[in-house]
């Protein structure tokens, strides 16, 4: 089973920028994508972003599209969250997940077969 840890929350103020990192280990075999889900109090668990492992092809859900950048460095077995123009509501929990077999569809309704801890990003308003 792959192993996550996340890194790079905080505090920071709307309108400003953060960049998550998450870092893959333990990992014997195939490795489809990897990706962010966040989870806002009270709420469920919501796909972010997610980027394929071999060609690095990378897809978004609308509310972040055009401010969120998912990038990967194989070298480094690590992808990045590059987040701009934060909002308020973008205030969650954030969760990295691995997916050792397609597809991108079944990843943005959840699935995943490996999860991070999860690193919190508060913005204020």
């Known amino acids: 089973q792959v192993r996550l840890t996340e890194s790079g929350g905080g505090l920071l103020p709307a309108g400003g920028s953060l960049r998550l990192s998450c870092v893959h280990s333990?990992?014997?075999?195939?490795?489809?994508?990897m990706g962010w889900f966040r989870q806002a109090p009270g709420q469920g668990r919501e796909f972010v972003g997610a980027i394929t492992w071999n060609n690095g092809n990378g897809y978004y859900a609308d509310s972040v599209k055009g401010r969120f950048t998912i990038s990967r460095d194989r070298a480094k077995n690590t992808i990045y969250l590059q987040m701009n123009y934060l909002k308020p509501e973008d205030t969650a929990i954030y969760y990295c997940a691995a997916k050792n077999y397609p597809s991108i569809a079944n990843m943005k309704s959840g699935e995943a077969d490996s999860w991070g801890q999860g690193t919190q990003v508060t913005v204020s308003s």
């Open positions: 333990s990992w014997h075999g195939s490795m489809y994508a």
